[in-house]
T-cell receptor
């Protein structure tokens, strides 16, 4: 099946610093990738949709200047949390949509961000 | 407005005790309904996609079915390793291509 990786799996940073999370589709090309955020015992909330070669589309209430998304190639999307604060601590998960008409999305293993 | 409701919130089964999880949905034109399995601290693992009412798909002890209003995930003779949160998501023809998730059913299978 389609494999999506994320790096790092865990990161701890100090308040005010920036953190970059990478999402890669390992065995397929993904023109569209998605970034989600998940709080404990809650479901996934879509933050933004990332299309290769164009600007990301952010969901209502998500600060585009705080959560910078870059989709520079068909296999890599990055999420940078800028000037992180403790309330940004969360589980961030990316997904990639397989090409063609199946509309299937495959998820990465997630990144646990803790801001101290 | 798109809506996905999963029930029950939590389910405890004895090993071998078959049951079903429910996903009721309201969407303006269903493009696809997706089932995922999520283990604690990990990303969702893709299980099935269903596209039209009457469609069924199977994988090992799991079988997913779809009607115009709901989907069921049937678990036959579950094992402890089936313990996880099962997520249902819908994708609509209109608007963005994203998935809209339910809150999940947390399944625990007791040996």
């Amino acid at each position: 099946g389609a494999v999506v990786s994320q790096h790092p799996s865990r990161v701890i940073c100090k308040s005010g610093t920036s953190v970059k999370i990478e999402c890669r589709s390992l065995d397929f090309q993904a023109t569209t990738m998605f970034w989600y955020r998940q709080f404990p015992k809650q479901s996934l909330m879509l933050m933004a949709t990332s299309n290769e070669g164009s600007k990301a589309t952010y969901e209502q209430g998500v600060e585009k200047d705080k959560f910078l998304i870059n989709h520079a190639s068909l296999t890599l999307s990055t999420l940078t949390v800028t000037s992180a604060h403790p309330e940004d601590s969360s589980f961030y998960i990316c997904s990639a949509r397989t090409p063609g008409q199946s509309y299937e999305q495959y998820f990465g293993p997630g990144t646990r961000l803790t801001v101290t | 407005e798109d809506q996905v409701t999963q029930s029950p919130e939590a389910l405890r089964l004895q090993e071998g005790e078959s049951s079903s999880l429910n996903c009721s949905y309201t969407v303006s034109g269903l493009r696809g309904l997706f089932w995922y399995r999520q283990d604690p601290g990990k990303g969702p693992e893709f299980l099935f996609t269903l596209y039209s009412a009457g469609e069924e798909k199977e994988k090992e002890r799991l079988k997913a079915t779809l009607t115009k209003k709901e989907s069921f995930l049937h678990i036959t003779a579950p094992k402890p390793e089936d313990s996880a949160t099962y997520l249902c998501a819908v994708q609509a023809w209109t608007g963005a291509n994203n998935l809209f998730f339910g809150t999940g059913t947390r399944l625990t299978v007791i040996p």
